[in-house]
């Protein structure tokens, strides 16, 4: 069985940076694009990144392009989220998911359509 464990949600200050890890275990997620979901309380979740297996193709949320960035370590089984010049509206829970396919595949599947979910890590971004 295939667990997500996400790491390294805090609170911070606005314009500082942080740096998520997501370590899956159970399986190595060949052919897996790893993806980071958020959900702010009363929105819905949304995909801000995503990168496929092969790491040749990421997807990013326009709402976080230029200042996030996706990576995975594909030997480690793990996928990392380097979040710089945080704004008050990043606050958010951060979810780590897979799905089988592409990077580009993730960002039009449904949330649900997702294989695997880790429990999610806070991040808050005082102004």
């Known amino acids: 069985q295939v667990q997500l464990v996400e790491s390294g949600g805090g609170l911070v200050q606005a314009g500082d940076s942080l740096r998520l890890s997501c370590a899956a275990s159970?399986?190595?997620?060949?052919?897996?694009?790893m993806g980071w979901f958020r959900q702010a309380p009363g929105k819905e979740r949304e995909l801000v990144a995503a990168i496929s297996w092969s790491y040749d193709s990421t997807y990013y949320s326009d709402s976080v392009k230029g200042r996030f960035t996706i990576s995975r370590d594909n030997a480690k089984n793990t996928v990392s989220l380097q979040m710089n010049s945080l704004k008050s509206e990043d606050t958010a829970a951060y979810y780590c998911?897979?799905?089988?396919?592409?990077?580009?595949?993730?960002?039009?599947?449904?949330?649900?359509?997702?294989?695997?979910w880790g429990k999610g890590i806070l991040v808050t971004v005082s102004s």
């Open positions: 159970g399986r190595t997620l060949r052919n897996y694009a």
């Open positions: 998911a897979a799905r089988w396919g592409t990077a580009q595949a993730m960002a039009v599947s449904p949330t649900d359509d997702m294989t695997y």
